[in-house]
């Protein structure tokens, strides 16, 4: 064996030889790391079971198709191996990931500032004749605004913790991100933290998937009630009461407005324009994150999906495509902020990447985006900005 298989690396080789048949091994270039060309295999079904084996003796694996060469004896050039699109394993240790003890409280710290934030920002909203059109007490359509928006940001993220620990990967709790009372949306929604590595495409592709779709599921209950609490007013009457009380002018996606039209509520379709309850923007924002969050790009839940379905080259496109569409409807922030996200991190990559996605993953690929364009608030005039 060679040589600079030692210590705990010497562990290695045995395992991986337990489960594939090595063809090569060498050390990495640049990585504290060993590289195993494995003899053409499926290794969809064998892979976890050497990440337990390995994650004893503390160290981790990752698999790719890539192209390998070594030369076993330098003064023989027929002695050398080189595969064009091998599958290549790679061994390295474990990093250790112990949070801190003062880490542990902050996800409860930061929902508790989180919640009355939210709250504060619906006793705001409830202070105008429109809000109390249907519920008259502030401090109940403060408090149905909370759970509205809350409830659908957090079971977001529930979504995505329920996802991975399906899959063995444990997370943090969801850290909430408080702004202030009175802002355009009072919180930027939350994060959790992964423990773990994707194992392979089919995980990461379930844990992309399943925070938009279980917070969408929310947002249209609450979209449906949010419509009963709103208030039709002549369409003439519109700019000087918009003046008067200081409301938005905000475009609805399609699903959106469906519910509005399940309701009866058209909104802007003839005489009478529809006026957002505090309750219906909760359902505006859930929309608008669902549509931001399905984009396929960089480390957005979309761009997880799109990255497990079509691969590295058509993440990078689409992460690209996705900016300008932000940008081309108007959404110039959230575009910049997609861009400083993915020139920090492009993309995620599973450990697994070798073995391809499930065809019926690859179908809901197709349902995701569908739901992307479906949660678009669509602005009257596209890419007006831009000139």
Known sequence: MATFLNGDFSRAAPIVSSFYTIVDTQKHPSEEAIRFLISETTIQETFPKLLKELAKVGMIA?????????????????SSITAENGIVITISKMASTKPRKYLVYLPAILFAVTLTVVFLDGMIRANDVFAQAFIRDPLLIASVYT????????????GHMI????????????HFIPLYPGAFIPTLGAVIVSRANMTNR???FDVGISGPVAGLIVTIIVSVYGSYTSVLIPADQVEELLGDVQ??????????S????????EGANGDDVLIMSPVLFAAWVGFFVTFLNLMPAAQLDGGHIVR??????WHRILTYSSIGVLAGLGYVVMAILVLFIASRAPESTPLDDVSPLSKKRKMLFWVAMALAVLCVPIPQEPFRPLF
């Open 258 to 265: 469906a519910t509005n039209y399940l309701v009866g509520n």
């Open 247 to 256: 409301l938005l002018k905000l475009n609805t996606s399609i699903l959106m």
């Open 202 to 204: 089919n995980v990461l």
């Open 163 to 174: 996802a991975n620990r399906w899959h063995g990967i444990k997370t943090s709790w969801p």
């Open 147 to 158: 759970m509205s928006l809350m409830g659908i940001l957090g079971v977001h993220e529930m």
């Open 62 to 78: 990752t698999a790719k198709r890539s192209k390998y060469e070594s030369r076993l004896m330098p003064t023989l050039s027929s």
């Open 308 to 313: 497990s379905t079509l691969g590295v080259r």
